[in-house]
Antibody, heavy 119, light 110 residues
Framework: QEQLVQSGAEPKKPGASVKVSCEAS????????IHWVRQAPGRGLEWVGT????????SYAQKFQGRVAMTRDTSLSTVYMDLSSLRSEDTAVYYC????????????WGQGTLVTVSS | QSALTQPASVSGSPGQSITISCTGT?????????VSWFQQHPGKVPKLIIY???NRPSGVPDRFSGSKSGNTASLTISGLQAEDEADYYC??????????FGTGTKVTVL
């Protein structure tokens, strides 16, 4: 069964880093690009970046360049998103989503991970 | 990097048709046939309803349709139903292997 399962909620202090994981079923992990999308409370969807789990390197939205890193662990079929220098504006639900290579067809979504940045 | 422009809200009565626009540039909507649309009910995960401008995933009713002209993509909902009340987002490929979402549209069924 194709699915994406994310790690749990993360409370963080300003200036800290957060690492969110997204475990994919085998069929997704080997053939789909994994994207990260965030949604601040009461706001719209925002594309953060993407990684191909078994091949190409990551691509990030310009806004997050230098602050985000996406990595993969093939042995665990898991993709990670690291976001550093957190500020209150980073408070959001972070989703991972899977799309076939070179498309915006986000067929599968994780359940979302709430990251709360507060002092 | 600015988001694609959508109207903040659109409303219609049951059975009517509504259209949501998504305006970008030659670097995204106008330059590629990689426009998708997502439906999101409150507190829920977004759901894909249109991909590659006008294709519907299996299970999505055919009253949802997509099109594109120049730098503007459109989502039309025909025969509006109560369960269509939700937020809708467009998404497009943008140059340099990136993607961008629209600002989002709240659809209200009167």
């Amino acid at each position: 069964q194709e699915q994406l399962v994310q790690s749990g909620a993360e409370p963080k202090k300003p200036g800290a880093s957060v690492k969110v994981s997204c475990e994919a079923s085998a069929s997704i992990f080997t053939t789909y690009y994994i994207h990260w999308v965030r949604q601040a409370p009461g706001r719209g969807l925002e594309w953060v970046g993407t990684i191909y789990p078994t091949g190409d390197g990551p691509s990030y939205a310009q806004k997050f360049q230098g602050r985000v890193a996406m990595t993969r662990d093939t042995s665990l079929s898991t993709v990670y998103m690291d976001l550093s220098s957190l500020r209150s504006e980073d408070t959001a639900v972070y989703y991972c989503a899977a799309a076939p290579s070179g498309t915006g067809r986000f067929d599968y979504w994780g359940q979302g991970t709430l990251v709360t940045v507060s002092s | 990097q600015s988001a694609l422009t959508q109207p903040a809200s659109v409303s219609g009565s049951p059975g009517q048709s509504i259209t949501i626009s998504c305006t970008g540039t030659n670097s995204d909507v106008g330059g590629y046939n990689s426009v998708s649309w997502f439906q999101q009910h409150p507190g829920k995960v977004p759901k894909l309803i249109i991909y590659d401008v006008s294709n519907r995933p299996s299970g999505v009713p055919d009253r949802f349709s997509g099109s594109k002209s120049g730098n503007t993509a459109s989502l039309t909902i025909s025969g509006l139903q109560a369960e269509d009340e939700a937020d809708y987002y467009c998404n497009s490929y943008r140059t340099s292997s990136t993607y961008v979402f629209g600002t989002g549209t709240k659809v209200t069924v009167l």
